[in-house]
């Protein structure tokens, strides 16, 4: 699972969110998106790892501007899905 963090210019209500995540949603098999107007960001997790140039081109249709992509490990490993539970998926 990657997580990846998207900073994004002109967000400015839930509404806003709401247009991020549905544009986040029809273009790309995420297993979750959040979006938040107030930090200026949205969240996704992915099985698989989603360009940058992809991401850009989903959002801008919608009027917003992507500012930065980033992913939760140096290099675009994986990140570690961590619970309740997680201590029983180490090996």
């Not at 995420?30 to 989603?50: N, P, Q, R, W």
């Not at 500012?67 to 998926?89: I, Q, S």
């Amino acid at each position: 699972m990657t997580r990846i963090t998207v900073q994004i210019d002109g967000m400015r209500c839930g509404m806003c969110e709401s247009h991020i995540n549905d544009a986040i949603r029809r273009n790309f098999r995420v297993k979750k998106v959040a979006s938040s107007h107030a930090k200026g960001t949205c969240v996704l997790f992915a099985e698989e790892d989603i360009p940058d140039d992809a991401l850009r081109a989903a959002i801008q249709p919608t009027g917003y501007r992507v500012l930065a992509v980033r992913r939760e490990d140096a290099g675009g490993k994986p990140a570690e899905k961590k619970g309740l539970f997680a201590f029983l998926r180490r090996s």
